[in-house]
Protein backbone atom coordinates (compact mmCIF):
# COMPACT_ATOMS: atom_id res chain seq x y z
CA UNK A 1 0.00 0.00 0.00
CA UNK A 2 1.20 3.74 -0.86
CA UNK A 3 1.19 5.94 2.03
CA UNK A 4 0.12 9.82 1.81
CA UNK A 5 0.87 12.09 4.15
CA UNK A 6 -1.29 15.15 5.44
CA UNK A 7 0.69 17.41 7.12
CA UNK A 8 -0.38 20.43 9.79
CA UNK A 9 2.21 23.04 10.04
CA UNK A 10 2.25 25.16 12.39
CA UNK A 11 2.77 26.13 16.38
CA UNK A 12 0.72 23.87 18.64
CA UNK A 13 -1.60 27.27 19.96
CA UNK A 14 -2.47 27.66 16.33
CA UNK A 15 -6.39 27.30 16.05
CA UNK A 16 -6.15 25.58 12.88
CA UNK A 17 -4.35 22.46 14.66
CA UNK A 18 -7.12 21.84 16.55
CA UNK A 19 -9.63 22.18 13.11
CA UNK A 20 -7.10 19.42 11.94
CA UNK A 21 -6.87 17.24 14.36
CA UNK A 22 -10.69 17.30 15.05
CA UNK A 23 -11.54 16.27 11.30
CA UNK A 24 -8.72 13.88 10.74
CA UNK A 25 -9.49 12.27 14.00
CA UNK A 26 -12.88 11.15 12.63
CA UNK A 27 -11.11 10.09 9.58
CA UNK A 28 -7.91 8.22 10.33
CA UNK A 29 -8.80 4.72 9.93
CA UNK A 30 -11.77 4.84 8.26
CA UNK A 31 -11.36 2.72 4.70
CA UNK A 32 -11.37 5.82 2.33
CA UNK A 33 -8.40 7.53 4.00
CA UNK A 34 -6.71 3.76 5.10
CA UNK A 35 -3.44 4.60 3.16
CA UNK A 36 -3.35 8.69 4.67
CA UNK A 37 -0.97 9.75 7.57
CA UNK A 38 -2.22 12.19 9.46
CA UNK A 39 0.83 14.69 11.17
CA UNK A 40 1.67 17.73 12.74
CA UNK A 41 5.42 19.53 12.27
CA UNK A 42 5.83 22.55 14.03
CA UNK A 43 9.35 22.92 12.56
CA UNK A 44 9.94 26.70 11.20
CA UNK A 45 13.08 24.97 9.37
CA UNK A 46 10.82 22.30 7.40
CA UNK A 47 8.03 24.92 6.74
CA UNK A 48 11.24 27.44 5.26
CA UNK A 49 12.52 24.38 3.05
CA UNK A 50 8.88 23.35 1.81
CA UNK A 51 8.22 26.69 1.26
CA UNK A 52 4.99 26.23 3.53
CA UNK A 53 2.90 29.00 5.40
CA UNK A 54 2.06 28.23 8.90
CA UNK A 55 -0.90 27.26 9.52
CA UNK A 56 -1.64 25.21 6.62
CA UNK A 57 -2.21 21.51 5.83
CA UNK A 58 0.30 20.28 2.90
CA UNK A 59 -0.65 16.72 1.25
CA UNK A 60 2.03 14.99 0.10
CA UNK A 61 1.55 12.00 -2.24
CA UNK A 62 3.08 9.89 -5.33
CA UNK A 63 0.40 10.77 -7.72
CA UNK A 64 -0.11 13.11 -10.00
CA UNK A 65 1.61 16.70 -9.16
CA UNK A 66 2.77 14.99 -5.63
CA UNK A 67 1.67 17.61 -3.68
CA UNK A 68 -1.36 19.32 -2.38
CA UNK A 69 -1.33 22.82 -0.28
CA UNK A 70 -4.59 24.00 1.08
CA UNK A 71 -3.60 27.40 2.55
CA UNK A 72 -4.14 28.65 6.71
CA UNK A 73 -7.35 29.67 7.86
CA UNK A 74 -9.03 27.02 6.33
CA UNK A 75 -12.34 25.86 8.36
CA UNK A 76 -13.18 22.11 9.41
CA UNK A 77 -15.80 21.79 6.39
CA UNK A 78 -12.63 23.17 3.79
CA UNK A 79 -10.41 20.69 5.15
CA UNK A 80 -12.60 17.73 4.71
CA UNK A 81 -13.24 18.74 1.07
CA UNK A 82 -9.69 19.03 0.43
CA UNK A 83 -8.66 16.17 1.40
CA UNK A 84 -11.45 14.14 0.33
CA UNK A 85 -10.43 15.61 -3.38
CA UNK A 86 -7.11 15.36 -3.22
CA UNK A 87 -6.43 12.10 -1.93
CA UNK A 88 -6.80 10.18 -5.03
CA UNK A 89 -5.29 10.22 -8.25
CA UNK A 90 -7.03 11.94 -11.31
CA UNK A 91 -7.27 8.49 -13.15
CA UNK A 92 -7.48 5.39 -10.82
CA UNK A 93 -7.12 1.69 -12.05
CA UNK A 94 -9.77 -0.36 -10.70
CA UNK A 95 -7.41 -3.04 -9.14
CA UNK A 96 -6.21 -0.09 -6.67
CA UNK A 97 -9.49 0.51 -5.24
CA UNK A 98 -10.95 -1.34 -3.02
CA UNK A 99 -14.89 -2.11 -3.08
CA UNK A 100 -14.96 -0.24 0.31
CA UNK A 101 -13.51 2.44 -1.14
CA UNK A 102 -15.93 2.93 -3.86
CA UNK A 103 -18.74 2.44 -1.40
CA UNK A 104 -17.68 4.84 0.83
CA UNK A 105 -16.44 7.91 -0.97
CA UNK A 106 -19.88 8.20 -2.72
CA UNK A 107 -18.03 10.35 -5.56
CA UNK A 108 -20.09 9.35 -9.14
CA UNK A 109 -17.61 7.51 -10.74
CA UNK A 110 -16.66 7.30 -14.27
CA UNK A 111 -15.78 3.35 -14.89
CA UNK A 112 -13.78 3.35 -18.78
CA UNK A 113 -14.03 -0.36 -19.43
CA UNK A 114 -11.03 -1.33 -22.26
CA UNK A 115 -11.25 -4.56 -24.84
CA UNK A 116 -8.65 -6.27 -23.39
CA UNK A 117 -9.34 -9.15 -26.39
CA UNK A 118 -9.46 -6.79 -29.01
CA UNK A 119 -6.03 -5.29 -27.41
CA UNK A 120 -4.77 -8.77 -27.47
CA UNK A 121 -5.75 -9.41 -30.52
CA UNK A 122 -4.05 -6.12 -32.11
CA UNK A 123 -0.65 -6.89 -30.24
CA UNK A 124 -0.27 -9.92 -32.21
CA UNK A 125 0.05 -8.26 -35.16
CA UNK A 126 2.87 -5.31 -33.92
CA UNK A 127 4.30 -4.60 -36.92
CA UNK A 128 0.49 -3.73 -38.71
CA UNK A 129 -0.71 -1.07 -38.75
CA UNK A 130 -3.84 -2.39 -36.77
CA UNK A 131 -1.44 -2.08 -33.71
CA UNK A 132 -0.05 0.85 -34.11
CA UNK A 133 -4.15 2.35 -34.31
CA UNK A 134 -4.31 0.54 -31.24
CA UNK A 135 -1.37 2.10 -28.96
CA UNK A 136 -2.55 5.55 -30.68
CA UNK A 137 -5.79 5.51 -29.24
CA UNK A 138 -4.74 3.76 -26.20
CA UNK A 139 -2.15 6.57 -25.67
CA UNK A 140 -5.41 9.45 -26.37
CA UNK A 141 -7.91 7.96 -24.33
CA UNK A 142 -5.49 7.65 -20.59
CA UNK A 143 -4.47 11.50 -21.73
CA UNK A 144 -8.30 11.60 -21.96
CA UNK A 145 -8.97 10.37 -19.48
CA UNK A 146 -6.48 12.90 -17.57
CA UNK A 147 -7.88 15.72 -18.77
CA UNK A 148 -11.51 14.57 -17.35
CA UNK A 149 -9.82 13.36 -13.93
CA UNK A 150 -8.55 17.07 -13.54
CA UNK A 151 -11.57 19.04 -15.08
CA UNK A 152 -14.00 16.94 -12.64
CA UNK A 153 -11.84 16.86 -9.80
CA UNK A 154 -13.63 16.59 -6.17
CA UNK A 155 -16.66 15.89 -8.48
CA UNK A 156 -16.59 12.66 -10.67
CA UNK A 157 -13.62 9.17 -10.11
CA UNK A 158 -12.43 8.18 -12.83
CA UNK A 159 -11.59 4.45 -13.02
CA UNK A 160 -10.01 2.57 -15.75
CA UNK A 161 -10.90 -1.20 -15.99
CA UNK A 162 -7.89 -2.82 -17.99
CA UNK A 163 -9.82 -5.79 -18.20
CA UNK A 164 -13.27 -7.83 -17.27
CA UNK A 165 -11.37 -11.16 -17.09
CA UNK A 166 -9.79 -10.35 -13.60
CA UNK A 167 -11.66 -11.08 -10.55
CA UNK A 168 -12.20 -7.00 -9.56
CA UNK A 169 -13.01 -6.56 -13.00
CA UNK A 170 -15.26 -9.47 -13.17
CA UNK A 171 -17.57 -8.55 -10.13
CA UNK A 172 -17.48 -4.80 -11.29
CA UNK A 173 -19.05 -5.79 -14.70
CA UNK A 174 -21.27 -8.58 -12.81
CA UNK A 175 -22.52 -5.64 -10.87
CA UNK A 176 -23.43 -3.41 -14.12
CA UNK A 177 -24.34 -5.82 -15.93
CA UNK A 178 -21.58 -5.10 -18.66
CA UNK A 179 -20.65 -7.68 -21.23
CA UNK A 180 -17.65 -8.47 -23.13
CA UNK A 181 -19.84 -7.75 -26.25
CA UNK A 182 -20.29 -4.61 -25.22
CA UNK A 183 -16.42 -3.27 -24.42
CA UNK A 184 -14.40 -0.85 -25.41
CA UNK A 185 -17.36 1.18 -22.96
CA UNK A 186 -17.82 3.87 -20.89
CA UNK A 187 -19.96 4.31 -17.63
CA UNK A 188 -20.96 6.84 -14.64
CA UNK A 189 -22.86 5.56 -11.88
CA UNK A 190 -24.15 7.93 -9.02
CA UNK A 191 -23.21 6.21 -5.80
CA UNK A 192 -26.13 7.21 -3.79
CA UNK A 193 -29.24 6.64 -3.81
CA UNK A 194 -30.98 5.34 -6.14
CA UNK A 195 -27.98 4.90 -7.91
CA UNK A 196 -28.34 5.55 -11.44
CA UNK A 197 -26.14 4.32 -14.28
CA UNK A 198 -25.29 6.14 -17.44
CA UNK A 199 -23.91 4.40 -20.40
CA UNK A 200 -21.47 5.96 -23.65
CA UNK A 201 -22.66 3.99 -26.91
CA UNK A 202 -19.60 2.34 -27.13
CA UNK A 203 -16.57 3.88 -26.76
CA UNK A 204 -15.10 5.09 -30.52
CA UNK A 205 -12.66 8.22 -29.94
CA UNK A 206 -11.23 10.34 -26.52
CA UNK A 207 -13.23 12.95 -28.14
CA UNK A 208 -16.48 10.57 -27.74
CA UNK A 209 -15.82 10.19 -24.33
CA UNK A 210 -15.26 13.81 -23.45
CA UNK A 211 -18.59 14.29 -24.77
CA UNK A 212 -20.43 11.71 -23.27
CA UNK A 213 -18.96 13.57 -19.39
CA UNK A 214 -19.97 16.74 -20.70
CA UNK A 215 -23.09 15.41 -21.26
CA UNK A 216 -23.85 13.80 -17.72
CA UNK A 217 -22.71 16.51 -15.79
CA UNK A 218 -24.90 18.91 -18.06
CA UNK A 219 -27.75 16.61 -17.17
CA UNK A 220 -28.52 15.68 -20.57
CA UNK A 221 -28.70 11.93 -20.23
CA UNK A 222 -31.38 9.67 -19.05
CA UNK A 223 -30.14 6.80 -16.73
CA UNK A 224 -30.01 3.71 -17.65
CA UNK A 225 -32.01 0.74 -16.73
CA UNK A 226 -31.79 -1.10 -14.76
CA UNK A 227 -29.71 1.22 -11.92
CA UNK A 228 -26.37 -0.40 -10.27
CA UNK A 229 -27.33 -2.30 -6.99
CA UNK A 230 -24.98 -1.28 -4.50
Not at 17 to 46: H, M
Not at 72 to 95: D, H, I, K, N, Q
Request: proline share 5%; net charge negative; hydrophobic share 45%.
Amino acid sequence: MNYLFAVFFGSSDDQGLQRFASVTQALEGTKSFENVVFTYCPSEALMSKFHVQSGSVVLFADFDEGRFDLPAGFSEAALCVFLETYSWPLVTRLTALTPQARQLRKLPCLYVFMDSAGEAAADSHKCSSRWEDAQLARALLEKTLQVIGARFRGVLQVVLVDSVDDPAGVQLAQDLGVSASELPMACVVEMAAPFNQYRSAGLSSASGLMAFVEAWASGWLEPFSPPFSS
